[in-house]
């Protein structure tokens, strides 16, 4: 091979450091080079496509051209930065700002102290979105903050302790908790007196604002003066970079990029490397030579005219979003409609670091068929005005460049110099479109952009563009209805004209790429709708101002735009969300020092902040380390005839792959095997490991591997199709009371409905990860490991090795976020590595990308349930038989266990006489479904609410006079026979009811509907009893290990792992009171099987719980042991009485120990004591949905909590916020999408939307119950990490509501099908009229659909 020329030195700085790298690899991404050659790790990896923001960092670049702002900061995803591209900018990451070691920045000491870290992997890139913000203002606006913050997710925190520390630099924040104290106007130290021994005051403070440090811009690091000297003289000389298969060219002038364009027409030109990022990476799309044209400024330039506006092709989107805006304020408005709308797109479109980055160029020439800009600028008449070597030419940017038709496409060795956009005129109006998942941050389902100009003075089409993206392969614009509408008179006539003709020219077949063929159908004719009447109500302010007649409107079809109507128009904004959080504040008689029930902040808080904090992969490089990539099944039922190593065994790096026959014991179960032999039973089912020297090598090696199969039957991936073939994972779960046939006799009407409820990836933001180091003596093995359940880890390596457990010590650390799904995958995960390790004799580190991950893990499973329910016509419920089926996957995993839970939960609050129900996991050939925050109640529980709404609809009466008629009221049994009190999910409800003032604005909300036909509110209340921990007595054991030292100091290791929950924090907490010293004497280094061995997984809301117990007996054994030396020297320090204690050779390490809560069921009598206690709650929650697009807004939400006595209040209020947001996304956004061959699509945060901070409720108000003592538990406090999860369907059930009002006022029939997720599609598809009436259906049998329901 001949040797490439040598490179020339990429010259960039991080943290005030020149870095000159002399052999750059050009297919490098800054994120790597931060975390491999720079070992800063602060910089995380989660999805690796610019979705998720954990890796943003700021870059600063000088800008030697303008005269106002010479250095401009942005954050920008690290992952999608081309190390190259970073010539001559600075980078400053979360290690560069702040550190605890020297002097932490405000803005991480408030993101921290306001609780806004949970398990802090989102917390660097949160951080670095904050401070990007806050070097280009200092005092923020929130929207500012808003918009900053929006590219970045969370899935543990629920966003609102984060946004409030944010809005401690906001200049006008003003409301509840945003004088900038931390406190509450409303915070009135309220006094109730239920409790004996309590004062009951009711605090609001969470955090104490007086703490922190002021913010002071002078502190933050200069631009590097080396650079500056650089960019005012900028090289003009060509840069290149060559690497191993890539070469990067910079040229410094315009003239050297084209002739490179001719020398190179295949290259294309990298800008924001966020189209060719993706592509490179997903597709496999590879380009040798990558032309950089970002140091040539003739692609930045803005020039304003008379006509128009023409922007550089290399502005960024970010850039282009300022320049509009401008130009908007500088023009009258007729001229700017086009720019209001591409304004209006922008405003949606990603995040602020892929806007930052995205180029105007890139954007374009892309052709995305969900472009939000191309749509606009092709109804805008924009042209192209393209650069070559052989002069210049303008293209128009219309139906033809947007098809890429050769004859009107860039030539290879053109580029694109600018955009002209023309000036809209006078009697024009364009309009802009989009519809997604979510409001931000999400790619469009849809999009459309539609201009129209009429004959001076007329309401007479002149000329009219319509564009659609998402519709096609590309911008489709509707040339040939638009033709035909010419000298149409704008009115109901044309447009029953238009929407025929559009659905006919802009047709969508029913097998389409991305599926929602119907919904997309709709949107085609809402989106002309909504234009038709934005439209018609200019002219009509125009004929006022003119007096030209109108065409009057046909109110039976099309009705008038009275105030009724209109609300079609507007359009939801982005509102900062606000709230009030409210708990009982400690007794006035506890000691000061004794830090439990206080809102302690996490303990790594500062260091998530800092990015100090250790996740399993930010251990440095270990010696001889190798990594494993895992080769999964592409087949979902398959017999595998033969793996045929050779080729990937063959490339550079490739040290062995892994099969099935290297395993030296036992290779998972019979049944659920470790890596597959023979027979594969699902899409990403493993099937063997490649161990390289490098991550891409070993990627690349995964490539090689080629598997050859024999598809066998049967393939089942639906619920329905498991029933057919009676494929089943385990026998029916059962429980009855009463006499449910009896009973459905004597009742006054009955229901019968379905409930499909959808599944839910776990998306913790760090996916799986393990590092597994042999050792030289004894086959010992050490494995760092991100998981909920070490212990099981441990023995399944065991058990894969054949060794002893006592060779294998576990570590973690801590857990980027678990929810369930890091209790049995990191187990196989773990075997797979430590088989690799073991056979390699090197350390093997293992990490999932996110593709990987969620294609491999599986999750929460999918229900379908099917219930018949008798009452009266009071509304009282006498019979309910609901029969329940899960989507188990292709293995038992926890199975059948969910179904267990789902049995016994199924009945949530409600007191009904005479019950049945059943449950069946059903076995298909998809990936496994595993544990999953709430086990199954959040998806049971919606069927029994369903039952309660259909109830409600069928007796004229209201969802929640329904609910509280059916509760249970007094000490009661439940259908299992355990005895409980209601009492506390009564003063939840009513509180609830009251807090939330909703019968009030029950009334407001009815108000609102008669008041508004397009736009309608919808208000829901539910209650929650939710069964914590595990149905066995053996499952809530727990130990923990106390030492002492000489200084004083104490080592706290318990059996519980930190996931994020805080259970570190609250462990101390406890240490701290049972020893009476201050937290700041203790330590929790790890969780590791050799210091508390035999664990139980943390979960199941029980680990505090049965951990805090193990460490309150291990320090009481402890203080025990002190009492005497105390008591002969009361006056003396613990330092003192440790020194003493040592002296006199008393041990200072004890062992404590919890034999766990009693639980137990027997399913063959269907009765037991399952679960140690409950926790009630309730949530109010309220909506407005947009019946033209199936979008909702999030109006308010309360949520009334019984946490007893919280051990830490800021924690529990953060898990109760954390939950209902994850749960709101389970019920309304997140939505798995599978093909017909049962491969997974949606699996990246681009296809697989969680909630984004602008997902909050506006109004987000939780309170813990105050007052209410359980003995049982360690000091009456309780578990509360999953039961927030099914309060999340009060959203859901208010948008139902919604969605009732519509059909209730259109007279269309109740329907007893209920489907969740509650997306746009349902929504839209829900509130039926004249357009869903008029899209054309397909008959199913005749298409292939590009997905199919799994529930
Ligand atoms: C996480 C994420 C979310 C997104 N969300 C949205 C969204 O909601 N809506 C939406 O519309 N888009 C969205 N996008 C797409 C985004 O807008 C485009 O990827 C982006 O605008 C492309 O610009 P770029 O500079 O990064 O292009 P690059 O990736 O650098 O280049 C893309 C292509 O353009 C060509 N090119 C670039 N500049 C020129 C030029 N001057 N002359 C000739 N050819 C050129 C290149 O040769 C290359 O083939 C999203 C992207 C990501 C990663
Ligand atoms: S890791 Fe870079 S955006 Fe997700
Ligand atoms: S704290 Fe945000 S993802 Fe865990």
Redesign the pocket.
């Known amino acids: 091979m001949p040797c490439p020329p040598p490179s020339d030195e990429l010259v960039f700085f991080v943290n005030g450091r020149k870095v000159i790298e002399r052999n750059v690899d050009p297919e490098g991404t800054l994120l790597t080079f931060l975390r491999k050659n720079l070992r800063l790790t602060g910089t995380k990896y989660a999805c690796g ?3 998720c923001g954990a890796c943003t960092v700021m870059v600063s670049k000088n800008d030697p051209v303008s005269k106002k702002i010479r250095q401009r900061h942005f954050s920008v995803t690290a992952c ?1 930065v081309p190390i190259c591209s970073l010539y001559g900018t600075a980078v400053t990451t979360v290690e560069g700002i702040g550190s605890i070691k020297t002097r932490i920045h405000p803005v991480q000491e408030r993101i921290a102290k306001c609780h806004g870290t949970q398990c802090g992997f989102c917390t660097p890139g949160m951080v670095m979105s904050m401070y990007t913000l806050l070097r280009n203002h200092p005092q923020p606006s929130e929207e500012q903050l808003m918009e900053a913050l929006g590219g970045n997710l969370c899935r543990c925190s629920g966003y609102r302790p984060i946004l409030e520390s944010g809005r401690t630099f906001c200049m006008d924040s003003d409301g509840c908790q945003q004088k900038r104290t931390g406190q509450c106007c409303l915070d009135q130290e309220e006094s109730a007196s239920s409790t004996p021994g309590r004062r009951n005051e009711i605090s609001t403070k969470l955090f104490s604002k007086e703490e922190f440090q002021p913010l002071d811009p002078t502190q933050e690091l200069i631009f590097p003066p080396e650079l500056l000297r650089m960019t005012e003289n900028p090289e003009k000389r060509t840069l290149s970079f060559y690497g191993e298969r890539v070469t990067w060219i910079s040229p410094g002038t315009l003239k050297d990029l084209l002739q490179l364009k001719v020398k190179h027409p295949e290259a ?11 592509t490179v990476k997903s597709q496999g799309q590879f380009h040798p030579i990558l032309l950089s ?1 970002a140091r040539i400024p003739e ?1 930045s330039v803005v020039t304003k005219t008379s006509e128009g506006l023409t922007i550089g ?2 502005c960024s ?1 970010a850039q282009m979003k300022d320049i509009l805006a401008e130009r908007i304020s500088e023009l009258p408005e007729e001229k700017t409609q086009t720019y209001q709308a591409l304004l209006k797109q922008l405003q949606s ?2 995040g602020q670091q ?1 806007r930052n ?3 105007l ?3 374009i ?2 052709r ?1 068929c ?4 191309n749509p606009v600028l092709a109804v805008g008449n924009a042209a192209l005005n393209l650069v070559s070597a052989e002069g210049t030419r303008q293209i128009p940017l219309n139906e033809h460049f947007l098809a890429g038709l050769e004859s009107t496409d ?1 030539k290879p060795e053109e ?2 110099e600018s955009v002209y956009i023309p000036h809209s005129r006078k009697g024009e109006f364009v309009s802009a479109f989009r519809q997604a998942q979510c409001q931000q941050n999400a ?2 389902h849809v999009n459309a952009s539609m201009r129209v100009l009429f004959k001076e003075g007329t309401d007479s089409v002149e000329d009219l563009s319509i564009a659609y993206g998402g519709v096609g392969t590309t911008t489709v614009c509707a040339q040939k209805s638009c033709q035909q509408l010419l000298g149409r008179r704008w009115n109901e006539l044309m447009l029953d004209e238009a929407c025929r003709l559009l659905l006919d020219e802009v047709s969508l077949p029913g097998s389409a790429l991305g599926g929602r063929v119907e919904f997309k159908r709709t949107l085609v004719v809402s989106f002309l709708f909504k234009f038709y009447l934005e439209v018609l109500q200019e002219l009509k302010k125009l004929a006022k101002l003119l007096s030209v007649p109108v065409s009057a409107l046909d109110s039976r079809r099309y009705p008038d735009i009275s105030d009724r109507f209109l609300s079609a128009i507007k359009d939801f904004s982005v509102t900062t969300p606000r709230g009030v959080q409210t708990y009982q504040s400690v007794d006035s008689c506890q000691p000061l020092r004794d830090p439990v029930g206080h809102p302690i902040m996490h303990l790594s808080g500062l260091k998530h902040a800092t990015g100090e904090a250790m996740f399993c992969d930010d251990i440095p490089v270990v010696d001889r380390e190798l990594f494993m990539v895992l080769v999964t099944s592409s087949r979902a039922h398959a017999k595998i005839i033969s793996i045929e190593l050779s080729e990937a065994l063959e490339l550079p790096g490739v040290v062995d792959v892994i099969t099935a026959e290297d395993i030296p014991g036992t290779n998972g179960a019979e049944d659920d095997r470790f890596l597959a032999v023979d027979e594969v039973l699902c899409v990403g089912q493993i099937i063997c490991a490649v161990v390289a020297e490098t991550d891409i090598q070993a990627k690349r090696a995964t490539e090689k591997v080629k598997i050859t199969y024999e598809d066998l039957e049967p393939v089942i991936f639906t619920i329905q199709d498991a029933i057919k073939h009676n494929s089943f994972l385990c026998p029916e779960k059962k429980l009855e009371k009463g006499n449910v046939e009896e009973a459905f006799e004597k009742v006054d009407q009955t229901v019968e409905g379905e409930v499909h409820v959808g599944g839910q990836e776990h998306f913790y933001m760090e996916t799986q990860r393990v590092l597994v180091i042999p050792k030289t003596e004894d086959k010992e093995l050490d494995i760092f490991v991100s998981t909920q359940d070490p212990t099981h880890v441990q023995k399944t390596v065991s058990a894969t090795l054949n060794i002893p457990i006592n060779r294998i010590t576990c570590h973690v650390k801590r857990v980027g976020g678990g929810f369930g799904g890091k209790v049995g995958r990191p187990a196989a995960l773990g075997a797979i590595a430590a088989v690799g390790a073991v056979k390699t004799g090197h350390p093997i580190r293992l990490v999932l990308d996110r593709e990987d991950d969620m294609l491999i893990t599986g999750g929460r499973h999918p229900l379908f349930g099917k219930y018949k329910v008798g009452f009266m016509n009071n509304g009282r419920i006498k019979a309910l038989d609901v029969e329940c089926y899960i989507n188990g996957g292709c293995t038992l995993d926890d199975s059948e266990m969910v179904t267990e839970f789902l049995i016994l939960k199924l009945e949530n609050a409600y007191k009904i006489r005479n019950l049945r129900f059943r449950g069946r996991a059903c076995r298909t050939n998809l990936p496994s479904n595993t544990a999953f925050r709430g086990f199954g109640f959040p998806q049971g529980t919606l069927v029994t609410e369903s039952c309660i709404t259909a109830v409600a609809a069928r007796c004229g009466l209201l969802p929640e006079k329904i609910r509280e008629k059916n509760m249970y009221k007094t000490v009661d049994k439940t259908i299992y026979k355990q005895a409980f009190s209601p009492e506390p999910l009564i003063r939840c409800w009513n509180e609830c009811l009251d807090k939330s003032s909703f019968h009030s604005r029950r009334t407001q909300v009815d108000e609102f509907n008669k008041k508004n036909y397009w736009k309608k509110k919808g208000i829901a209340v539910v209650p929650m009893k939710f069964s914590v921990g595990f149905a066995a007595t053996s499952y809530h054991q727990a130990a923990a290990l106390v030492h002492i030292y000489t200084d004083g100091s104490v080592l706290v290791t318990h059996g519980g792992n930190e996931l994020g929950q805080g259970i570190h924090t609250k462990m101390l907490q406890v240490a701290s009171r049972e020893l009476k010293i201050p937290m700041s004497y203790m330590h929790i280094c790890e969780t590791s099987t050799a210091a508390v061995p035999n664990t139980i997984a943390t979960a199941a809301s029980i680990g505090a719980d049965v951990n805090g117990r193990a460490v309150q007996n291990a320090c009481q054994i402890l203080l025990k042991r002190l009492e005497p030396i105390i008591k002969k020297n009361p006056e003396g320090t613990w330092e003192d009485w440790i020194e003493a204690a040592f002296e006199q050779r008393i041990s200072l390490s004890a062992t404590g120990y919890f034999r766990g809560y009693k639980a137990f069921m027997d399913w063959d009598k269907g009765e037991g004591d399952p679960f140690p206690y409950y926790v009630y709650g309730a949530a109010c929650s309220e909506v407005e949905i947009d019946c033209l697009t199936g979008a909702h807004k999030k109006i308010r939400t309360d949520i009334v909590m019984d946490a007893c006595c919280s051990l830490n209040p800021a924690i529990d209020i953060g898990q109760i916020e954390g939950s209902f947001i994850q749960g709101m996304g389970l019920y309304t956004t997140e939505e798995l999408k599978y093909s017909p061959e049962g491969i997974l699509y949606s699996r990246s945060p ?1 296809e697989y939307k969680i909630p984004t901070i602008t997902d909050v409720p506006e109004e987000f108000n939780v309170s813990l119950l105050p007052s209410s003592q359980t003995p049982l538990t360690i000091y009456s406090s309780k578990g509360l990490g999953e039961s927030g999860m099914f309060l999340g369907s009060s959203v859901f059930f208010a948008i139902a509501d919604a969605v009732a009002s519509v059909r209730r006022e259109r007279d269309i029939a109740e329907d007893f099908t209920v489907q969740s997720p509650a997306t746009p599609e349902w929504v839209r598809m829900a509130c039926a009229d004249q357009f869903t009436e008029m899209i054309p259906r397909d008959d199913p049998k005749t298409f292939k659909p590009w997905s199919i329901p799994i529930a």
């Not at 294309?268 to 993706?278: C, M, R, V």
């Not at 969900?370 to 800009?373: F, G, I, K, P, V």
């Open positions: 496509g610019g979705g999608l294309p030109l990298i800008l924001g490397n966020t189209s060719l990022g993706p044209p692609l092709a290399g989107l479109l990603a892929i980055m995205a180029s160029g890139g954007h020439v892309s995305h969900y472009s939000d800009l860039l580029i694109l790619l469009p681009n």
